[in-house]
């Protein structure tokens, strides 16, 4: 990856001989004094300006480039829009989406899960991670979001321990300096009742002090009997803007969800195959009510500083420290069993604790300066996660009490099976330091960064065993090269590597070793001069090498390569009234050895959605999303394609807005994923319709 140091030496020189660059600092001072605003299209309308995203700025790349002009995949679903459309979490936000199959594993209360190129992602929030372990965490609320950012393939060079997927990094809500207050009425399907108020604006009337207050209350149902979906989320923040060259934003984030698990893990026979007494309804729910429960808590404080050094070089800094607990009480019908005749199944009944502790920082300067013909961006950082999770109480087994799918009774808890254990502790401590340059040098565009990694994950034993240390170092690069035609087509190529230490056993007792891999891509994209049309292709294949799998030794997990190779298409239209939207993706994901296809992935689908603007008030908006057929572990068995329906009708008048969204519109009981042949299985998603109103004064 040597190719990848190219040009990443002018911000040292910046820093060391300033007066180097006084000419340059004259030429580009206007853009330099606004560099966190890079949005290129003068022509914006708040209704209007919501699908053509080629043209923002991302802070996923850790600079603040116009996702046109980098050579890599890169998709911004802004969250307004994404609720305009009907979504109510993360993992429906992400369905419009090229090269993102969102819902892998169906419906589920725990969390957001998603697919990116066939491959798994990692989750961060402002920069930085915020999924450790498993679930142990708070799901994100999309209310207090702003924007979501997927960054696609391997990302290590910026972001550290990455899955090959990519990033998907969500961008929480910060003061503005223009006043603004909303207050969010919702009410849907299941019982879901919820209001949300969204206050931010100036402090003080010179502006030096800026606030934002984000805070919601919900109680709702969900498509699962005695599934509960709770929460409560008070976000606030407060901006310091002593001048134009410091701002330091800080936030504190409590929230609470109270809810059960919805994944029931229901049998092959009765879903996906037929059962005895016909198909189990995806409504089923073979816990207990009042005694299943899956309640998360997270507190969290975050600081991000802003700091201009001079016209050319500032100092970023985001900072977090998050304490989140999860209490889980469940049933599921046992894994590989078979309803009998009359419809009865045996249970397992499963509790644990777990909470995590993490403090992560990424702090870096930041010069924008010109070095001769060439204009750079450069990043020079440091990034540092320390992260502990841990897990007690925890029992797992067969319940004495079964239950019937087709017709549950309840009231029968196993309590003597409750014999919670102390679990191995996990413990991850991390430092990388990394570098990039965004260099551009009239219409050619040469992207490049390379990092250095240091982990150390900390299998923390229970009584006498000894830890178990898994210390792993790594360089990794991603170097890309981009054509910028006047027509604003802009072809481009890019390589990228990850690199993902691993920790745990293998069948033999051997170490795990780290997860590596590297994508290959090419593409092409087009921005129309008037920003109202945008187009992106993108051919990509992706190695990974070392992929964790499932072993033959019972408790062990062993490992594989994986190819993923294929491409995908997203073409964004505003005409007059209308907004368009459309993508579709096209892959081959695979065991490289078996070439057996990966589990859970879905290797075609596509969506597209269709918005109108009747009149001043009126509005209509219908979209489709297909996904194509999908396997279980091991290639079997093998699960349909489906195709679903979603529309919207909105009202707005002075300060109120109105919009009535439907999910699934046909109501489809499909099921979504499969474990293997003969095991459990999940249901996707029902028709879900919500009724919001927002009123801004």
């Not at 307004?80 to 589920?108: C, H, K, P, W």
């Not at 898994?470 to 170097?479: E, H, V």
């Not at 009981?669 to 009123?695: H, I, K, M, P």
Request: hydrophobic residues 35%.
């Amino acid at each position: 990856m040597s190719a990848s140091r190219i040009h990443v030496i002018p911000l040292a020189l910046a820093l060391a001989f300033p007066s180097i660059y006084t000419g340059a600092e004259e030429a580009s001072k206007g853009e330099a004094d606004t560099l966190p605003e890079v949005a290129v299209s003068a022509k914006k309308n708040n209704k209007k300006d919501k699908f053509i995203t080629q043209d923002r700025a991302t802070s996923v790349g850790k600079s603040p480039v116009a996702v046109q002009d980098m050579p890599q995949s890169v998709t911004v679903v802004d969250v307004e829009q994404a609720r305009e459309m009907g979504a109510l979490n993360i993992q429906d936000a992400l369905t419009y989406s090229a090269g993102v199959y969102a819902g892998n594993f169906g419906f589920d209360t725990r969390g957001d899960s998603a697919s990116v190129r066939g491959l798994n992602p990692s989750m961060f929030q402002d920069g930085l991670r915020n999924l450790y372990g498993s679930y142990n965490n708070t799901r994100t609320d999309i209310y207090m979001l702003e924007r979501i950012e997927v960054l696609k393939g391997p990302s290590s060079s910026v972001f550290g321990q990455s899955d090959l997927g990519g990033i998907v990094n969500s961008v929480s809500k910060r003061p503005k300096k223009v006043a603004a207050r909303e207050v969010n009425l919702q009410y849907g399907m299941y019982d879901r009742k919820q209001i949300g108020i969204d206050f931010t604006g100036p402090l003080t009337e010179d502006g030096e002090w800026l606030y934002r207050l984000v805070a919601l209350k919900r109680d709702s149902g969900t498509q699962v009997d005695h599934v509960s979906d709770d929460a409560v989320v008070f976000m606030p923040s407060v901006t310091w803007q002593p001048s134009d060259k410091t701002s330091i934003t800080m936030q504190y984030v409590h929230q609470e969800i109270d809810s059960t698990v919805s994944a029931q893990f229901l049998p092959s026979r009765g879903t996906i195959l037929p059962g005895p007494l016909g198909q189990i309804s995806s409504k089923t729910f073979v816990g207990e009510p009042g005694w299943d429960r899956y309640d998360t808590k997270k507190d969290e404080f975050s600081l991000f500083v802003d700091q201009a050094i001079t016209n050319q070089i500032k100092f970023i800094a985001n900072l977090r420290k998050v304490n989140s607990d999860t209490i889980t009480r469940e049933h599921w019908t046992r894994v590989g069993a078979t309803p009998d005749s009359a419809g009865n199944i045996q249970r397992t009944i499963h509790a644990a604790d777990r909470s995590t502790n993490v403090f992560a920082s990424d702090t870096r300067l930041q010069g924008d300066f010109f070095l001769g013909q060439t204009k750079h961006l450069v990043s020079l950082g440091m990034d540092y996660q320390d992260a502990l999770w841990t897990e007690s109480n925890y029992t797992s087994t067969t319940s004495a009490f079964g239950i019937n799918v087709y017709n549950p009774v309840y009231g029968n808890v196993d309590y003597g099976a409750l014999v919670g254990a102390e679990r191995d502790n996990n413990k991850i401590v991390q430092t990388g330091f990394y570098l990039t340059d965004h260099m551009e040098w009239g219409p050619w565009v040469v992207s490049g960064a390379i990092r250095r990694d240091h982990a150390t994950n900390t299998l923390l034993k229970v009584g006498a065993t000894p830890d178990v240390d898994a210390r792993n170092s790594a360089t990794t690069g991603r170097l890309g090269l981009m054509y910028r035609f006047d027509n604003g087509i802009s072809p481009y190529v890019n390589y990228s590597e990850a690199f993902v230490p691993n920790l745990g056993t293998d069948g033999s007792g051997g170490v795990l070793k780290p997860t590596e891999g590297e994508q290959r891509e090419a593409g092409v994209k087009f921005l129309s001069p008037d920003s109202n049309t945008s187009m992106a292709f993108a051919w990509f294949e992706i190695e990974q090498q070392n992929r964790v799998i499932q072993g033959n030794t019972p408790g062990g997990l062993q490992q594989a390569g994986a190819l993923s190779r294929g491409w995908e298409l997203e073409a964004k239209h505003r005409i007059g009234d209308w907004e368009l939207l459309g993508n579709y993706t096209h892959m081959n994901a695979f065991n490289d050895t078996t070439k057996i296809r990966l589990s859970a992935v879905a290797e075609k689908f596509g969506s597209a959605w269709a918005q109108y603007r009747i009149n001043e008030h009126w509005r209509v908006g219908a979209g489709t999303r297909y996904i194509g057929d999908i396997v279980g572990g091991g290639g079997a068995p093998s699960i349909d394609a489906v195709t679903l329906f979603d529309a919207m009708v909105g009202y707005s008048h002075g300060p109120w807005d109105v919009r009535a969204t439907i999910r699934n519109i046909a109501d489809k009981e499909f099921v979504s994923w499969c474990r293997g042949v003969g095991q459990d299985c999940g249901y996707g998603e029902r028709q879900n319709a919500v009724l919001s109103a927002n009123y801004k004064f």
